[in-house]
Structures are given as C-alpha cells and as structure tokens.
C-alpha cells in the first residue's frame, strides 16, 4: 500500500526538464537520438498531456516524470474541455490524458473514434465519486435524505439563494458529462419545476456556495472525488450526500443498475468510477515503454484529494504542483522504480 505523500519529504533529484512546443503529432514527434540514448526507450519522441481541469494536473505530472525518467521529450500539456480533448487525443494532437472518466466519459470515448483510435490502459485512480451534497444542519431539521424530496416546493426554497422560489443547485460545467446526467436527473425525478440548475465555472460557483455555508446558509451543490472540496465541506460533519429514489442515468451512460451507483449503503445516482489513462492508439501501440507504464502507474484517491487541498490553501501554480509530483514520487520511490524500470524493459524488448 502505497504511503501518505502529503507529509513533509526530501525533494528528489530529477535528471529530466519538461519542455515546451507544439502538440505532438501522431504517434509521437520523432526527435533526433543522443549517445547514452540505448537505456532510454523513449529517447527521440515528444509526448503532449492534456487535461481539462487544473486540479488533474497533479496526476498528469506523476505520468510526465515517469515518461521523461524513460526518455521522453514531456512538452507543456494543453489544457481542454473534455469533449475536445478527446478528440484531440483520437487526431494524435495530444498523446495521452490522465483524466479520462471510463464510464462518465463514455460518450467522448465513442464519438471520438472508440477504441480504433484510442486505448484505455487501466485503473489509474479508482472509486471515483460523484453526486448531491446539502448541509447537515438542513438535512437533519427537515428531514431530508432523497434528492426526490426537492420536488415539494417548500422543501425547495430551503435552497433558494436568487428569490424565484427554485432549489439553487451548484451545478457541473457544459461540456464536462456530468451536466448531462444531472439534466436526466431533473426529469426523471420530477425536479424541473423546483430546482435550477446553476452551471458557468464551477469553482466559482463552489466559492459562492462555500461562503453560504459559513454564514450558516443552506447549501445543495454537486461534487465529485478526488477533489478538494470534500476537505473544506467535511462529510457526516459539514455535509451528507443526498440518495436518489432509484438508479436511472442516460443511455450513452451504457448499462448500469442499481449495484453501481450504491457506496455505503446508499444510492448516489451516478456510478462509481474510475479514471483512466486515455492514449491516442496509434502512440500506444508503437511506445510499448509508455503503454506499460500507463498500465502500471495508478494514485490512490486520498492522495489526489490531499494535493488538491495544497492547491485550495494557496499552492496552485505549476511550478507548486510540479513539486507536490515529485514529492509523491519521492514518498513512493520504490515501487515508482519499480513501475519504470518495468516499462524500460517492456520498451527495449520491442525496441521502443
């Protein structure tokens, strides 16, 4: 079991710089190779990451020390919203994203060329998480546990922040996936006509929620895990998860019942996930080094969701959180070591 990075490390000496450019193109930019280069399977070709989010650049730089510690040429990573990252990683503009959600993300993957362009390579972090949150206090003085129970009006303008008699509920960004299920939800459940679904950036929105919150104000937003907010908003202390009435998702969720969206006894509406690393195929395939390694490399959730709180108390450049990777790295030397030298021979075995 891998250890708590967060605690205070020695920063490790890197021997690699990630560089910055143009987007790689399919499968890999091919650059010219150095003496001492036979140890390095890597050596000559140039990987762009892309992300959606600033708070999965985290897990994309534990990826980038191990593709330069293999030789790779780690350009700046690009960040996009996920439909378009998708299909830039399906075109061959970007190689890989660790931030690939199997099953939320599953229309993207589709759309995007499914796996005859692209190649998911495993559990990077597991158990994701997603769903409805109100404050305790709300929850216990009216009784509330089910997301349904907003369909009566009096319940609802309990949430009301903006005067219209409508639940106010911090929602999911256009073009995440997430507002879709949540816009399912709303019919489904007979919501439309009590609640509203607040969208634009959702941070700043969160921002908002959180300052209700401390002024002893109702709050009922949307979330997901890893993410920081599950350490400002404490669960069972601050916060508990609304259930739903019953499973129902949309169809380009694929099959899902009931089974998968329960965590603890209770029905969150949306499934238990995971994220993958996502590759463009044609890299995947001819990069047998970085294909071993996106199999092999994964991060626990706790520790996502720790450096993401760095991030919210102030660390959040990314040169900040460059060093919480390496740190990361450093608390988890040995079996880091042990994924690349594994995908160093996997590379030279097939000769890349």
Not at 112 to 126: P, Y
Not at 209 to 235: A, D, H, K, M
Not at 242 to 264: C, K, N
Not at 290 to 312: G, K, T, Y
Request: glycine fraction near 8%.
């Amino acid at each position: 079991m891998m250890s708590n990075w967060a605690r205070p490390v020695s920063a490790i000496a890197l021997a690699t710089a990630t560089l910055t450019g143009l987007a790689a193109c399919d499968p890999g930019t091919q650059v010219t190779e150095t003496p001492g280069d036979n140890d390095q399977p890597g050596a000559g070709v140039m990987v762009t990451p892309g992300y959606s989010v600033l708070e999965e650049l985290f897990q994309t730089e534990v990826v980038n020390i191990g593709l330069e510690q293999l030789g790779y040429e780690v350009q700046r990573g690009l960040e996009l919203e996920y439909a378009t990252l998708h299909v830039d990683i399906a075109g061959g503009g970007i190689d890989f994203t660790a931030a690939h959600w199997t099953r939320l993300h599953t229309d993207f993957f589709e759309n995007s060329g499914g796996d005859e362009r692209l190649e998911r390579t495993g559990v990077f972090i597991d158990n994701v998480l997603q769903g409805y949150k109100i404050d305790k206090a709300t929850a216990e003085e009216h009784d509330i546990t089910s997301l349904d129970q907003l369909a009566d009006p009096e319940i609802a303008a309990l949430f009301d922040t903006d005067g219209n008699g409508r639940a106010n509920l911090t929602g999911c960004n256009p073009g995440w996936g997430c507002e879709l299920v949540i816009e399912h939800h709303l019919d489904e459940y007979g919501l439309r006509d009590t609640v509203q679904h607040d969208q634009g950036q959702y941070f700043a929105l969160m921002a908002d929620t959180i300052t209700r919150f401390n002024q002893g104000e109702p709050i009922f937003y949307y979330t997901w895990t890893p993410l920081w907010v599950s350490g400002v908003l404490r669960e069972d202390e601050d916060v508990v998860w609304l259930e739903v009435p019953y499973t129902s998702l949309p169809a380009e969720q694929g099959d899902v019942d009931e089974a998968d969206t329960i965590v603890d006894g209770l029905n969150l509406g949306f499934a238990v996930d995971t994220q993958e690393i996502l590759a463009n195929q044609d890299f995947y395939d001819s990069n047998a080094a970085a294909a071993e390694f996106f199999r092999l490399v994964e991060i626990p959730i706790e520790d996502v969701s720790a450096q993401n709180q760095l991030m919210r108390d102030g660390e959040d450049s990314p040169t900040d959180i460059r060093r919480h990777a390496e740190d990361w790295v450093a608390e988890n030397q040995e079996q880091f070591d042990q994924w690349v030298e594994a995908a160093r021979q996997a590379g030279l075995q097939a000769g890349r």
